[in-house]
């Protein structure tokens, strides 16, 4: 069996989640283990922390603990850092917890002055059984709603940069076979022409890769010398400038001409 590289197991990785989310394949505990095996692998290591908790408990010292605290509606008193703490099963357990109370509980058939009492105490119950599941629940929601954001997007990179990968091969492919097709004898010309330059960059007076800088500094040095040899020209000879129109002489009279 051929062995896969790190990108096409990600691909392989993120598809099953996908599909693990949307068809409800896995309990909780199980697809965050899952997910977390992404998050390293992909290296997002934010997400990877943020599981650990969903997993093993949240931490009030911790600034991304606080943040998913925030992103997953655990608070119900942020000001007095009041919230569900538990790590994810804890609050299924929870709600299983509720709606087994939930089941059992039934309006008392008495009647007479404690009737009302009783009644009223039962529907107090079952209004917030009823808020603490539906809190409870919420919470859950919103965390899968992440890992499948989190999921998706990782499907979605790799599916659409294998894609382009796919794509840069074909014409690739194609190009080569016209390029062999209508220049194929030029080709054959480049490693040898390749390996000259490399053998004369090497040592000798051969032209190679690493003589052009001291190429170039020969060039600029002449173009320098040159450009010295003009200016001195133009200082050692100043005759040169005597065939341009002489400037005509402006007279002084005195008194004695007037």
């Known amino acids: 069996m051929a062995s896969k590289s790190q990108s096409e197991h990600i691909l392989e990785l993120s598809r099953e989640l996908l599909d693990d989310i949307e068809l409800g394949r896995l309990d909780t505990t199980k697809l965050l283990l899952k997910c977390s095996r992404l998050a390293r692998l992909a290296g997002s290591e934010e997400i990877q ?5 969903e997993i093993s408990g949240y931490s009030s010292s911790d600034p991304v603990s606080i943040f998913y605290m925030s992103k997953t509606g655990r608070w119900t008193d942020y000001e007095k850092k009041l919230g569900y703490w538990g790590p994810l099963a804890q609050q299924e357990a929870t709600v299983a917890a ?5 089941a059992s509980m039934r309006l008392p058939d008495i009647s007479g002055d404690w009737a009302n009492v009783a009644t009223s105490n039962i529907l107090s119950a079952l209004n917030a059984t009823t808020n ?4 409870l629940s919420a919470i859950t929601s919103r965390v899968l709603g992440l890992l499948h954001d989190f999921v998706s997007e990782i499907y979605y990179q790799r599916e659409f940069a294998a894609l382009a990968e796919t794509i840069f091969e074909h014409y690739k492919k194609n190009v080569d076979t016209l390029i062999a097709m209508h220049a194929g004898a030029v080709l054959t010309k480049i490693p040898a022409i ?26 600029r040095r002449r173009n320098l010398s040159t450009d010295r040899h ?13 065939s341009e129109t002489p400037k005509p002489h402006r ?6 001409d007037c």
């Open 98 to 102: 509720y709606n087994a109370k939930l």
């Open 132 to 135: 603490s599941i539906s809190t």
């Open 251 to 256: 007279r002084v009279y005195s008194r004695e």
């Open 49 to 53: 922390k943020w599981i650990s908790f």
């Open 194 to 219: 390749i390996d000259r330059l490399s053998e004369g960059g090497r040592g000798g007076n051969k032209p190679g890769p690493s003589n052009l800088p001291q190429n170039f500094r020969g060039i």
């Open 230 to 242: 003009n200016g001195r020209t133009k200082r050692q000879y100043p005759e040169a400038r005597r």
